[in-house]
């Protein structure tokens, strides 16, 4: 029971988005700068991704406080043991990660751009716990969370290697996140009912319900548009052209929404892998081919 509390709590689409736009950071530094060494990405990967469970598990220990969030069957003294070891496995997580950061401290690894970008790291991850736990906050968990997920990991892996920014790693970074926000709002319209009935403030709710629909499918249409730019603009049709073989997922994403817009029923299960594709594709697209180059 415990393990599948902590299991439910772990969003694995959260955290492959993560990894994947993680290793896209270091893809890029290897086909424009070049690195010496897996190590220090490897302990960068550890590090973001304990950092991040660790406050997943933090989030699911103040949950458990409500006893409308325990599972079926879970007594009292089952959750507080759950929570003792959520508790202890958190701080655990953050006592490896902490262990790496003084590690990079040790071998000068550190950089003033670094220091800041970890500082920012620190400062969302404050925030998007508190976005899970306070109401004022929580209509604005989405936009913490893509900074969180799609933002940092690949100027995380960027920076531990390089002390300048490509202009193409921010256009990278803007472009995939309208389409990381789809593939949230879909979750968030797909709980729509939910949320409503038991007064969820999410930003879905505060949007309605067609307008969360229209932005869905924009986000899709402009994740593309992005794209097309930065390869006309940055002449980086290499890399980013197979980004383009997604492109019929994200018109049967739209298509599949303007369907559950006109009252159709909805086929969630086939927008929830459309999207995540639309999403997860190009990021492994794109970082194959700064590896392989």
């Known amino acids: 029971m415990i393990a599948r509390t902590i ?8 955290l492959i988005s993560l990894m994947m736009t993680y290793l896209m950071g270091a893809g890029l530094v290897k086909y424009f700068r070049g690195f010496s060494g897996w190590s220090v990405l490897i302990q960068g990967g550890f590090f973001l991704l304990f950092f991040v ?3 997943e598990l933090l989030c699911l220990l103040h949950s458990l406080q409500e006893p409308k969030r325990w599972l079926k069957a879970m007594g009292l003294e089952e959750v507080r043991l759950t929570r003792v070891v959520i508790a202890t496995l958190s701080a655990t997580l953050l006592t490896v990660a902490t262990s790496i950061l003084i590690s990079w401290m040790k071998v000068t690894i550190l950089w003033h751009g670094l220091v800041f970008l970890l500082f920012v ?11 899970q736990t306070n109401k004022y906050l929580k209509p604005y968990a989405l936009l ?3 900074v969180l997920f799609v933002v940092i990991p690949p100027l995380l892996a960027y920076f531990l290697y390089s002390d300048d920014l490509h202009p193409f790693l ?8 309208p389409a990381y926000l789809a593939n949230r709002l879909l979750h968030l319209l797909e709980s729509f009912g939910h949320d409503q009935k038991y007064e969820v403030d999410t930003i879905v709710i505060r949007m309605g319900w067609e307008k969360a629909l229209f932005f869905h499918n924009a986000l899709i249409l402009l994740t593309y548009f992005l794209m ?3 390869s006309v603009l940055g002449a980086y049709w290499l890399i980013i052209w197979p980004v383009f073989l997604t492109l019929p997922l994200g018109l049967l994403e739209i298509w599949l929404m303007e369907r559950l817009r006109r009252g159709l029923k909805p086929l969630w299960w086939a927008m929830r892998v459309a999207s995540a594709c639309v999403f997860l594709l190009p990021i492994y697209f794109i970082g194959f081919s700064l590896w392989v180059h």
């Open 228 to 230: 097309a730019l930065i």
């Open 144 to 146: 913490i969370e893509v």
């Open 121 to 131: 790291l620190f400062a969302v991850g404050t925030l998007y716990y508190l976005a």
């Open 170 to 177: 921010t256009l990278v970074v803007i472009s995939l996140t």
């Open 7 to 14: 299991f439910n709590a772990l969003k694995p689409f959260k």
């Open 53 to 55: 469970v660790s406050l």
